[in-house]
């Protein structure tokens, strides 16, 4: 079994930054790709960012250029670096990987979700 455990989240003005880091502990062999999700309240799950285990990245239009993803592979953890934070930025965050455990089994995985809200 795999853990996902994210923190970082909070009560943030317009403009400012946040950083969210999500540590995956347990039967880990490898980690193929790891990425955050948003959702919004009355809206659908949409990805944020995602990072490959060979360092390829992708981006929401939305986020481009103010949100960085990044992974710190010795230590199974991903972040997402967040600058010039907007009111639509608003949402629980959540992380996701697919973890490939010590059983070689390929898996998905969720994290609890961290609250970002962004007022003034």
């Known amino acids: 079994q795999v853990q996902l455990v994210e923190s970082g989240g909070g009560l943030v003005q317009p403009g400012g930054s946040l950083r969210l880091s999500c540590a995956a502990s347990?039967?880990?062999?490898?980690?193929?790709?790891m990425a955050w999700y948003r959702q919004a309240p009355g809206k659908q799950r949409e990805l944020v960012a995602a990072?490959?285990?060979?360092?390829?990245?992708n981006y929401a239009d939305s986020v481009k250029g103010r949100f960085t993803i990044s992974r710190d592979n010795a230590k199974n953890t991903a972040y997402l670096q967040m600058n010039s934070l907007k009111l639509d930025d608003t949402a629980v965050y959540y992380c996701?990987?697919?973890?490939?455990?010590?059983?070689?089994?390929?898996?998905?995985?969720w994290g609890q979700g961290t609250q970002v809200t962004v007022s003034s």
């Open positions: 990072s490959t285990s060979s360092g390829n990245t």
């Open positions: 996701h990987a697919q973890v490939r455990s010590n059983d070689q089994v390929l898996r998905h995985y």
């Open positions: 347990g039967s880990i062999f490898s980690i193929n790709s």
